[in-house]
């Protein structure tokens, strides 16, 4: 409708500007005053200037608006294309996030950096074993544990009893923790923190070496080695597994997506698209800059002819004084 309009504009101007041309074509150049006063080419000239100027805003309006209802159109555009992939977007990322804390990136086989962890286990009877592995995670927080051991007791029924105490705590060297436990005033509760848990334990018989007198601890101390680091590449096969799974997974997924909007949603996006292309139709610019230059031609026209007066009017006057 905007387009015929413009249509229906231009060719009506076109009109009137064949009107004026014959009119200019027809002028009696000798039938004229050549007087001061404003000759019928001045007073066309003035009116085509009017004309040019509506022209000329009339361009810029239509040039801004069609500028405006563009940005109007991509944007509605873009957030109809948002509305179409967010789901998808949405289901690829939860099943990435799924696998990741599975411990796998599906198709990108990672490498892992194993620490050398140390494990050193004492106790008051003098023993002492160290352990040696190597862990793929460097924890920050290592913990050591003490085990306290409260001295057999034989209760009424024969048996005897013992209370253990467990410590977690990450304070003091391996020196130090030796020196601690050998002491008989030690005041486990202030070096070490209130006991993570108890547990207690009952025998019929004691084995050699439990002491009804004395009290037996055990320290496991625990340290990572920074320094001593191996790197291994993950196994393809595995990572590839966990790629396909992801893959399989996804595709149910997105099945499952378009499933549910076929039957649920209306939503169409190539509609969508045609839709706001027909609200959001460009205006011609080009027909009304076209008819511009046409208007300029005929004041150049009008000029020529005004330029023509003013040479009979000097040859006129000339002649008049002679």
Same mark, same amino acid.
């Given at each position: 409708?905007?387009? &015929?309009?413009?249509?229906? $504009?231009?060719?009506?101007?076109?009109?009137?500007?064949?009107?004026?041309? !014959?009119?200019?074509?027809?002028?009696?150049?000798?039938?004229?005053?050549?007087?001061? #006063?404003?000759?019928?080419?001045?007073?066309?000239?003035? #009116?085509? +200037?009017?004309?040019?100027?509506?022209?000329?805003?009339?361009?810029?309006?239509?040039?801004?608006?069609?500028? *405006?209802?563009?940005?109007?159109?991509?944007?509605?555009? /873009?957030?109809?294309?948002?509305?179409?992939?967010? %789901?998808?977007?949405?289901?690829?990322?939860?099943?990435? /996030?799924?696998?990741?804390?599975?411990?796998?990136? %599906?198709?990108? %086989?990672?490498?892992?950096?194993?620490?050398?962890?140390?494990?050193?286990?004492?106790?008051?009877?003098?023993?002492? !074993?160290?352990?040696? @592995?190597?862990?793929?995670? +460097?924890?920050?927080?290592?913990? +050591?544990?003490?085990?306290?051991?409260?001295?057999?007791? &034989?209760?009424? =029924?024969?048996?005897?009893?013992?209370?253990?105490?467990?410590? =977690?705590?990450?304070?003091y060297t391996l020196e130090e923790l030796k020196e601690m436990i050998n002491d008989p005033n030690l005041n486990y509760e202030q070096a070490f923190g209130k006991a993570k848990g108890n547990s207690y334990i009952a025998k019929k018989e004691l084995d050699e070496g439990d002491s009804t007198e004395k009290p037996y601890v055990q320290v496991i101390f625990r340290y990572n080695d920074d320094e001593d680091i191996i790197l291994r590449g993950q196994d393809m096969d595995s990572n590839l597994i966990y790629g396909f799974l992801w893959l399989l997974l996804n595709i149910i997924l997105d099945v499952g997506i378009l499933a549910i909007r @076929? =039957?649920? @949603?209306?939503?169409?996006?190539?509609?969508?698209?045609?839709?706001? *292309?027909?609200?959001?139709?460009?205006?011609?610019? #080009? /027909?009304?800059?076209? $008819?511009?230059?046409?208007?300029?031609?005929?004041?150049?026209?009008?000029?020529?002819?005004?330029?023509?007066? &003013? !040479?009979?009017? +000097?040859?006129?006057?000339? /002649?008049?004084?002679?």
């Amino acid at each position: 409708m905007k387009k &015929q309009l413009n249509y229906q $504009l231009v060719s009506s101007i076109k009109e009137d500007l064949y009107e004026v041309g !014959e009119k200019i074509e027809k002028l009696d150049f000798e039938n004229r005053s050549v007087s001061g #006063e404003l000759s019928i080419s001045g007073q066309l000239e003035a #009116e085509i +200037n009017q004309e040019l100027e509506v022209i000329e805003g009339k361009i810029e309006q239509v040039s801004k608006k069609n500028i *405006k209802e563009a940005i109007i159109k991509n944007v509605k555009i /873009a957030l109809r294309f948002v509305q179409l992939v967010i %789901p998808f977007v949405i289901a690829f990322g939860a099943s990435t /996030a799924l696998f990741y804390f599975l411990g796998d990136i %599906p198709f990108y %086989p990672e490498q892992e950096f194993f620490y050398k962890h140390h494990e050193t286990t004492f106790d008051t009877l003098g023993n002492e !074993e160290d352990k040696e @592995s190597f862990i793929s995670t +460097n924890l920050t927080d290592v913990h +050591n544990t003490a085990y306290f051991s409260t001295k057999w007791e &034989q209760k009424d =029924d024969g048996k005897y009893y013992r209370t253990i105490r467990q410590y =977690d705590f990450t304070e003091y060297t391996l020196e130090e923790l030796k020196e601690m436990i050998n002491d008989p005033n030690l005041n486990y509760e202030q070096a070490f923190g209130k006991a993570k848990g108890n547990s207690y334990i009952a025998k019929k018989e004691l084995d050699e070496g439990d002491s009804t007198e004395k009290p037996y601890v055990q320290v496991i101390f625990r340290y990572n080695d920074d320094e001593d680091i191996i790197l291994r590449g993950q196994d393809m096969d595995s990572n590839l597994i966990y790629g396909f799974l992801w893959l399989l997974l996804n595709i149910i997924l997105d099945v499952g997506i378009l499933a549910i909007r @076929s =039957d649920c @949603s209306m939503f169409d996006f190539g509609e969508c698209v045609r839709d706001l *292309k027909r609200k959001y139709r460009k205006e011609d610019v #080009e /027909a009304l800059k076209k $008819l511009l230059e046409e208007k300029k031609i005929t004041v150049n026209r009008v000029a020529r002819t005004d330029e023509k007066y &003013q !040479e009979l009017s +000097n040859s006129s006057s000339k /002649a008049t004084k002679k």
